[in-house]
């Protein structure tokens, strides 16, 4: 099924199937519509469409998604359109629009995409917080402080699980996903103020995935602490390139990022599909 895809596609397909993030299965085509589902981790459901190239009638586009999201028997799905800025996917790609809104998916929010360059200067670390490395602590102590970063988060993709699936299903669904990124074992870390857990950030092998403070902590400016760490740890490492990503209406967030250094290069717009 693989074969289907044109390059670059059939490589990384074939890629995530070795890492145990797609199977041929997960691949659809109807003439020349094509698509296939990826997970985050070996093991997980698919939660996102990879891939899709509607070809050129959003109506065959729009069958070939609802047939796929059938056989596969899912409840829920994501696809993101990612856009440089002052584009609108309405306009910019509207085969694909059109096919996702006519199978039932609704563009629920829009998110920067941020990028930091080598060459750029490294946020400083303001020496406040102490790093431990999160793979080395216990398993529920960690998902207690995702449970804890939920609370009152302004993420949009957080605040949906928590309401539909609980805030500790969330977070355990995160902890496999942050622990099973691309990283070396000590860049995933949670950053404490003496012995009071503040938060973590977690950088993978090209971006920041995640960063988050507990609550009691928020309003102090511990996410550029948070941040800074990550950069720095991403920086020093040799990347030319470190990406990340949060929603429009994340503006602490994405304030943060900004004086990190990184720049906007992109919208990516999320659509979501949930079963009736």
């Known amino acids: 099924m693989f074969d289907q895809f044109p390059e670059p596609g059939r490589s990384q397909l074939a890629a995530a199937f070795d890492e145990g993030r797609t199977r041929p299965e997960w691949c659809f085509v109807e003439g020349q519509a094509r698509l296939a589902f ?27 998604l609802r047939r796929s999201l059938r056989t596969m028997g899912l409840s829920k799905m994501i696809h993101d ?11 910019d790609r509207a085969v694909e629009h ?22 750029s200067d490294i946020p400083p ?4 917080l102490t790093y431990h490395p999160a793979r080395r602590m216990d398993r529920a102590e960690v998902i207690d402080i995702l449970v804890r970063i939920s609370e009152g988060s302004l993420d949009y993709d957080t605040r949906i699980e928590v309401a539909t699936a609980g805030a500790e299903r969330e977070a355990r669904w995160m902890y496999d996903d942050l ?20 938060g973590l950030v977690a950088p993978d092998d090209h971006s920041i995935a995640y960063i988050g403070v507990v609550p009691e902590h928020r309003g102090h400016g511990y996410v550029n602490d948070l941040l800074a760490r990550g950069t720095r740890t991403l920086a020093e490492a040799g990347l030319q390139r470190i990406v990340a990503a949060t929603d429009v209406a994340n503006v602490p967030t994405a304030d943060a990022f900004l004086r990190a250094g ?9 659509y979501y599909w949930r079963a009736s």
């Open 81 to 91: 359109i990612a856009l440089k800025p002052g584009l609108d996917p309405v306009v």
């Open 179 to 198: 622990i099973s990124r691309k990283a070396k074992p000590d860049w995933f870390v949670i950053g404490y103020l003496g012995d009071s857990p503040v």
């Open 125 to 128: 670390d303001p020496g406040r």
């Open 98 to 119: 059109e096919a996702l809104t006519l199978a039932g998916f609704a563009m629920e929010v829009e998110r920067l995409m941020l990028e930091w360059v080598a060459g």
């Open 262 to 270: 990184y720049s906007e290069v992109g919208r990516l717009f999320r």
């Open 38 to 64: 990826w997970a985050p981790f070996a093991g997980s459901e698919p939660v996102i469409i990879w891939q899709f190239d509607p070809g050129p009638d959003p109506a065959a586009a729009a069958e070939l």
